[in-house]
């Protein structure tokens, strides 16, 4: 069996420290992956730190995941050694309920998603995620991470990059739509440069300006501080659609109120709390209230395929394996520009 090199969170203090865990020979539709680059998503943050409920420890996180493949099942007939491949939030779902075979794989209605990590797997063991060497995959459930888009800013295409992209396509975001992003971290400004290029008129509502001369860059049009009361007058009724990223509590209420009439708020942030949601922010402008979770196999290649066209990757800041538990407490404090991607190289040898 192969052995990967990996760092492992032992309990919910979320310290990582070097490990050594067991991958699967590839089975006749799997193939073997070199992970060059995981990404830090704050969902590893939330599930290292139980914020989301009771987590399965060791924990070895991560589902941005980029790599080559290093070795073929006898059956794959998508990819050859050498490919370049990601892999998301999720290594298999049902594959026989309507959302499966209708391309929404992340609502599998047949038992759920899979996850990359903290799930088990067909064969009823844990799964073990991207901060290591090495991971086995079904080849229906691996990306193909077109040439022109580098492996480390890649990588976070796997969840904030489809994180974003579903809901932008699914509400129609385009020329001549208003659309605001909430929170710029590693979703919020992939949503930015997405929503950019799809041709929507993009603001960014961000807790202070400190970022703003990089969002103009990454494509937005507007941007304005949450801390400014003013923001919510000056741009009351103003939205056609919302996204927002926010991992923490937030008055959904005076977001709400940025909405046109007929606007909708997706929200994809994951907080601990339930939200709060005034009846009258909603009915007062025929308002809606939605959410969404990362996006089905075929939407997320066509995400990337979407991300080479337009020449988009992440905005990323490399860490080595030693670092993982400082970037942590950087993420919470919205002090990343714009995601943490770990260089496995760096791990010490499995053994
Ligand atoms: P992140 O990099 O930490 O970004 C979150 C952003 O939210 C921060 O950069 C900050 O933006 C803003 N923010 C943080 N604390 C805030 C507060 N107290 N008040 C107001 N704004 C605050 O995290 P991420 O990786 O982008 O993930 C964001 C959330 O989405 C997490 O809850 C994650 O679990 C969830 N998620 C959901 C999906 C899905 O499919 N639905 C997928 C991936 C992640 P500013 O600095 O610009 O204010
Ligand atoms: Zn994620
Ligand atoms: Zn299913």
């Given amino acids: 069996m192969p052995q990967a090199a990996a760092y492992a969170a032992h309990s919910a203090d979320a ?15 799997e193939v073997l992956i070199d992970i060059a680059w995981a990404g830090i998503c704050h969902s590893d943050i939330h599930t290292a730190r139980e914020e989301w409920g009771t987590a399965h420890f060791p924990l070895v996180p991560g589902h941005e995941i980029a790599g ?37 794989e992340q609502y599998c209605s047949g038992g759920g998603m899979m996850g990359t990590y903290n799930s088990k797997g067909r064969d009823g063991l844990w799964n073990d995620g991207g901060y290591s ?7 229906d459930y691996t990306l193909r991470i077109p040439e022109g888009i580098e492996l480390a800013e890649a990588a976070p295409l796997l969840c904030a990059g489809i ?15 208003k659309v605001a992003i909430v929170g710029m971290g590693g979703l919020g400004h992939m949503g930015v440069k997405i929503a950019a290029a799809m041709g929507a008129e993009v603001t960014v509502l961000s807790q202070t300006l400190s970022k703003k001369e990089d969002g103009e860059r990454f494509g937005a049009t507007h941007y304005h501080a949450t801390s400014d009361p003013e923001t919510f007058r000056t741009l ?40 709060s949601v005034k009846a009258g ?44 538990t400082a970037a942590y407490d950087r993420v919470v404090a919205s002090d990343v520009r714009y995601r943490f991607v770990i260089d496995t190289s760096t791990f010490p040898p499995a053994g």
């Fill in 133 to 139: 060497t090495a991971i086995t995959v079904e080849q």
């Fill in 15 to 29: 310290t990582f420290a070097p490990t050594t865990i067991t991958r699967r020979e590839p089975g006749p539709t």
């Fill in 236 to 275: 009351a009724r103003s939205f056609d659609l919302i996204i927002s990223t926010v991992s923490a509590d937030l008055d959904m209420n005076a977001f709400l109120g940025l909405l046109k009439v007929d606007g909708t708020l997706v929200n994809v942030g994951l907080p601990e709390n339930p939200l």
């Fill in 68 to 104: 080559t493949v290093a070795q073929i099942g006898s059956e794959v007939t998508k990819f050859a050694v050498g490919d370049r491949v990601g892999v998301g939030v999720f290594v298999d779902s049902c594959r026989e309920c309507p959302e499966c075979l209708g391309g929404t």
């Fill in 281 to 324: 922010a909603l009915a007062g402008a025929r308002r809606s209230l939605s959410g969404s979770n990362i996006g089905g196999i075929g939407e997320t290649q066509e995400m990337l395929d979407f991300c080479a066209e337009h020449g988009l990757g992440a905005t990323v800041e490399k860490i080595g394996g030693d670092d993982i």
């Fill in 163 to 177: 994180t974003l992209y579903s809901p932008l396509r699914h509400w129609g975001a385009g020329p001549g739509k």
